[in-house]
């Protein structure tokens, strides 16, 4: 059996060893080092929605504090209007698995909370009314398609709705 003399370091073996950890990572065609890239391009888009999401999830929360707060002479929407707006959507982020989107809000003249979420042709809305109503509307701007559900927050989701949630995500 031959034996192998120890390699010096030398620019030849250096080159050769670049040469071949390169073959090996991107293959004749680059391939495995594009499946690195993506995978790793894929992580960061993972954080980075996470990151954004869990600031939106901040601003929502900080926006019905705002719009309940007694700071103003009268505050938009009440206390347990907010609370229950939150409970409403935080109920509705949970059952979709964490994946709907947060919604835009706005307190309407009633002292009810509205969210709505856009995607494509698809809308829709939860309203969330100071007795405790919500209120859903959805509808669908190329179809024409149209349906509303009333409910009570404080009970459980109706699960009419899941369908349509997966519509949002």
Partial sequence: MPTLAPRHPSS????FATTSFELFLHGPDGKILREIQ??????????AETTSERSRIA???RYLGQVSSHEEEEPLISESTA??????WSEIWSVSGRRLPVPDACPGPEGQLLYTWDREEHHLELEIFPDGRGELFYRNRK????WDLEYMVEDFIP?????????FM
Wanted: overall charge positive; glycine content about 6%.
């Fill in 143 to 146: 179809s024409g398609e149209l």
């Fill in 38 to 47: 993506d995978h790793s391009r894929k992580i960061l888009e993972a954080q």
């Fill in 83 to 88: 609370a229950l707006s939150l409970k409403a």
């Fill in 12 to 15: 030849d073996s250096a080159s």
């Fill in 59 to 61: 601003d929502l929360k």
């Fill in 159 to 167: 699960a009419v709705i899941f369908g349509k949630l997966r519509l």
